[in-house]
């Protein structure tokens, strides 16, 4: 298979997609449409005053690690499943093409359009952090790009792994069941179970968290964090203060934390 027949094919396998109108209007919504929502409700509260960078880190979350990535997974699912279901794979593989190049041209297609969606989605955080950070500082064009990079990249290995386990499975429900709870469950259990050591790190969420520009896994980009409390992280308000990212302007909960978390003692002192 020579270049332009496999630019052909996936071409091919992207209009596909597009034409899937509910996969696309779900996964629009989960990346752009929970980015606007954020974004809306990050600036009423700050009244004006958005905190650029942690704007970015925190669009940056929910594109990668949350919403934004359950996107991907649908995207991803549809792909490696819209033949078989459709069916007409038999029909593809009887023209003569490899099962593996009809399996390889669904990545790249499934890649640029959950690209599109995720990085759409993160534009728009990029977009407020400069245009609401009023008094507050606005964050530097290589922070964006820092972002943007590691967006792309949770982006195109949750997007793969969902073709790959689509494709294996031949079943929608039984892929978004398994990489979902794989992504929200199975890990936060695992991120938990603190006997495991760096074993941890090599689990899927927890990587990529290691290596956001941002906070690290076990802070903001904690796998098992709901988003209410991401939401709330996120709102520092304008009282000022000192404000550990899991532990917001409480007092009393930083004493709880830090009696439960000794790394978190250091943050327990601190005026609130």
């Known amino acids: 298979m020579n270049r332009t027949i496999a630019r052909q094919m996936i071409a091919a396998d992207i209009l596909k997609l597009r034409r899937h109108k509910s996969t696309m209007v779900t996964a629009l919504l989960l990346s752009v449409g929970i980015a606007i929502l954020y974004v809306a409700f990050i600036e009423i509260r ?119 386990i689509a494709s294996l499975t031949g079943s929608r429900s039984v892929t978004l069941i398994a990489v979902i709870g794989w992504n929200t469950i199975v890990t936060s259990i695992l991120y938990l179970a603190t006997f495991l050591g760096p074993v941890r790190d090599l689990v899927l969420l927890i990587a990529l968290g290691g290596l956001s520009p941002g906070q690290q896994a076990g802070t903001r980009i904690h796998p098992g964090s709901s988003i209410p409390g991401q939401l709330q992280v996120a709102d520092a308000g304008r009282g000022g203060g000192t404000r550990h990212p899991r532990l917001g302007h409480h007092p009393g909960r930083r004493r709880r934390v830090a009696d439960e978390d000794p790394g978190c003692v250091r943050h327990a002192g601190r005026p609130a």
């Open 46 to 164: 700050h009244h004006g005053n958005l905190a650029g960078p942690q704007a970015l880190s925190d669009g940056a979350t929910l594109m990668g690690i949350y919403f934004g990535a359950f996107a991907a997974i649908l995207i991803g699912t549809e792909a490696g499943t819209i033949d078989l279901a459709s069916g007409v794979f038999r029909d593809l593989a009887a023209t003569g093409r490899s099962r593996t190049a009809l399996f390889l041209v669904r990545i790249p297609a499934a890649i640029a359009i959950a690209l599109a969606l995720t990085l759409t989605g993160f534009a728009v955080t990029v977009a407020a952090a400069y245009a609401f950070h009023g008094s507050a500082p606005a964050p530097s064009s290589g922070l964006a790009i820092k972002f943007a990079a590691w967006v792309a990249l949770a982006t195109v290995v949750q997007t793969t792994l969902a073709v790959g």
